[in-house]
């Protein structure tokens, strides 16, 4: 029913800058929760930042200061500015969809930061 398609994955060396994007398909991405994750090998998956129906944002707090979380709405995306990165946000980011009735993740997006 509901699709999520992550891009703007990468390689990219520390200190620099990547911005992810999600779009969504059906008519329900409005109404919902929608949020980034990650996971690096071999640890679990972690929220990284979400963002609300009416645009309130939270981040994990490594990440405060350097990510920023967005939508639009219009376009059925939710997207991922991610400066001043460091190796240690090498992970696979997955985006993620919730609303009361349907959670829906994306196939995931490779991010490397070399050193």
């Known amino acids: 029913q509901v699709q999520l398609v992550e891009s703007g994955g990468g390689l990219v060396q520390a200190g620099g800058s990547l911005k992810l994007s999600c779009v969504a398909s059906?008519?329900?991405?409005?109404?919902?929760?929608v949020g980034w994750y990650r996971q690096a090998a071999g640890k679990q998956r972690e929220l990284v930042a979400r963002i609300t129906i009416g645009g309130t944002t939270n981040y994990v707090e490594s990440v405060k200061g350097r990510f920023t979380i967005s939508r639009d709405n219009a376009k059925n995306t939710v997207y991922l500015q991610m400066n001043s990165l460091k190796p240690e946000d090498t992970a696979v980011y997955y985006c993620?969809?919730?609303?009361?009735?349907?959670?829906?993740w994306g196939q995931g997006t490779p991010v490397t930061v070399s050193s």
């Open positions: 993620n969809l919730w609303t009361p009735n349907l959670v829906t």
């Open positions: 059906g008519n329900i991405f409005s109404l919902a929760l």
